[in-house]
């Protein structure tokens, strides 16, 4: 014989009830897991505001950056810069000083001011050597004037050929480390740097200046900074905190015209995508 089983009318409830259930704990289960994917993201975007506070601190001026506050600034001469600064006090006395700059873009404002420069407390000439550098303008290598050369290389990790990104349509071109261009061109102290750092790869060229150890050995930069990229807070704050645990702290900052507010704020604190800064070593002061 066959024997049918009979189901108890509590278990057959009991079933249904689960299979009723099924969809609404599917739907808390999907619930559950937008709530802790959306409490994820506030958690990035909290970190990104932190990021973004913590950058916004470290470009507050510094008196202890340059001594006395012999600060010499230099003004634009275009409508779409500002203007730059360098630290008198923090330029040898024994010998003539020596800056680079890279990718000047024709702009040669601070270049210039730095090779005419004058002695402030006496009024005599005492320029220093410029070396400016820029692989994408202003021809081959020529002299600008006696005691200022241009140079069309780039600065890198490395020796050899580099791919710009496509706001230089990805074009290849020559960059070498700043040792290998020191060593090159018989230089052994350089007192001012000077840097453009907008892109990825040219932020990603200072990161490398500060975990190689070379900056140490520099006594001032000046630096203009583009915070565009949302997605690099984090390296932002990385190498912005890199550069205070090397010794730097800014001296003089400027916000330039065309920079965007952030939306943050803290006090008469403000954030914005765009500044000249200059630093300098309280380390090796």
């Known amino acids: ?82 203007p730059t600064a360098y630290c008198d006090v923090l330029l040898p006395k024994k010998r003539q000083c020596l800056v680079y700059s890279f990718n000047v ?40 004037a006696p005691g200022h050369s241009f140079v069309p290389v780039g600065l890198a990790a ?20 700043l040792r290998t261009l020191m060593s090159s061109l018989s230089d052994s102290k350089l007192d001012v740097l000077r840097l453009k750092v907008r892109t990825a790869l040219e932020w990603k060229g200072l990161k490398n200046l500060i975990n190689i150890g070379t900056l140490q050995e520099i006594r001032q930069l000046s630096l203009s900074l583009d915070f565009k990229d949302e997605d690099m807070w984090t390296e932002y704050k990385y190498i912005m905190t890199g550069l205070k645990s090397a010794g730097f702290s800014p001296f003089f900052v400027e916000r330039v015209p065309t920079a965007h507010y952030l939306q943050m704020q803290e006090g008469n604190l403000s954030l914005y995508s765009g500044y000249e800064i200059s630093l300098g070593n309280t380390y090796n002061m």
């Open 105 to 144: 873009d024709s702009n040669l404002d601070f270049e210039r001011a730095m090779h005419k420069r004058k002695d402030p407390a006496t009024g005599v000439a005492s320029g220093c050597r410029v070396v400016s550098f820029d692989p994408f303008c202003c021809g081959a290598a020529h002299p600008i």
């Open 158 to 177: 490395y020796d050899g050929m580099m791919q710009a990104g496509p706001e230089h349509l990805n074009a290849t071109f020559p960059v070498m480390t």
């Open 1 to 82: 014989k066959t024997c049918t089983r009979i189901m108890p009318a509590s278990v057959f409830l009991w079933r249904a009830l689960l299979l009723l259930a099924a969809p609404r704990a599917a739907a808390r289960g999907g619930y559950r897991n937008r709530a802790r994917e959306e409490l994820m993201s506030v958690g990035d975007n909290l970190g990104c505001t932190k990021c973004k506070s913590a950058v916004m601190r470290l470009l507050v001026p510094m008196r202890r950056a340059c001594a006395g506050g012999n600060i010499t600034v230099v003004p634009s001469t275009t409508t779409s810069h500002v």
